[in-house]
């Protein structure tokens, strides 16, 4: 569906953004870092009635995202556009899943960026950095974790670099946290935020995007 007011910010990716939303409401936000953001910005821009929307897939990769694009975002004409995508990506490789045949991580989200420019070219880009924590699902195997979505941090924002887009740092912000208390504290998985992380993750985005020209404004 179209709404009648301009989408401020849409948010995609995968369950790290999901976080439980209603598909049955257009405007669920579910309970992450998404809900945060709006839940903070809409109380400093009242005045504006900005309006947010959560399309993330618990499960998906870059090439699911390529596969839901035209109806869940190009359909949508986002003024700011908010991916957050990787680790699904590396968790088939790490696991040596069918689906990790092939790392195409970087060609599928370069791919899907520039499709994006094609029809969105108003739409600002805002590409978040996926990260890990050494807990859980990731620690068995942390060194192919660390190196894997390592080198994805480095395409995301080597392709934040090329397309224009505002870069929001993660893993720095997660590996400064972890000083103050467990990674677990942060993400009990290694992968998927607790309330903490995602309050971290919400400070990080208004932080980095209201500090850019991307900034929403009264």
């Known amino acids: 569906m179209r709404f009648e007011q301009a989408v401020d910010v849409l948010f995609q990716g995968d369950s790290i953004t999901d976080t439980g939303r209603n598909r049955a409401d257009a405007y669920s936000l579910g309970h992450g870092y998404s809900a945060r953001v709006a839940g903070k910005l809409g109380v ?3 005045e504006s009635t900005p309006v947010f929307l959560n399309r993330g897939v618990s499960g998906n990769r870059v090439s699911d995202l390529y ?3 035209n109806e869940d975002a190009i359909y949508l004409y986002p003024e700011r556009l908010s991916i957050l995508i990787g680790v699904n990506d590396a968790w088939r490789i790490v696991n040596e899943l069918p689906e990790g045949a092939a790392d195409r991580f970087e060609s599928s989200y370069r791919h899907l960026l520039e499709i994006t420019k094609v029809y969105l070219p108003k739409t600002g880009l805002i590409l978040m950095e996926p990260f890990i924590l050494n807990c859980g699902a990731t620690q068995e195997r942390w060194e192919e974790w660390k190196s894997l979505v390592g080198a994805y941090q480095a395409v995301v924002r080597q392709l934040a670099e090329e397309t224009g887009a505002v870069f929001v740092p993660l893993q720095q912000a997660f ?3 972890s000083k103050r208390a467990a990674a677990s504290f942060w993400a009990a998985d290694g992968v998927h935020p607790t309330a903490a ?6 400070s990080v985005w208004i932080e980095t995007v209201q500090n850019s020209p991307l900034a929403l404004r009264p």
Do not use: K
């Not at 992380?197 to 919400?202: F, K, N, P, R, Y």
């Open 197 to 202: 992380g995602h309050e971290l993750i919400a």
């Open 175 to 177: 590996d400064e946290a």
């Open 67 to 69: 596969a839901r694009w």
């Open 44 to 46: 400093q821009l009242a």
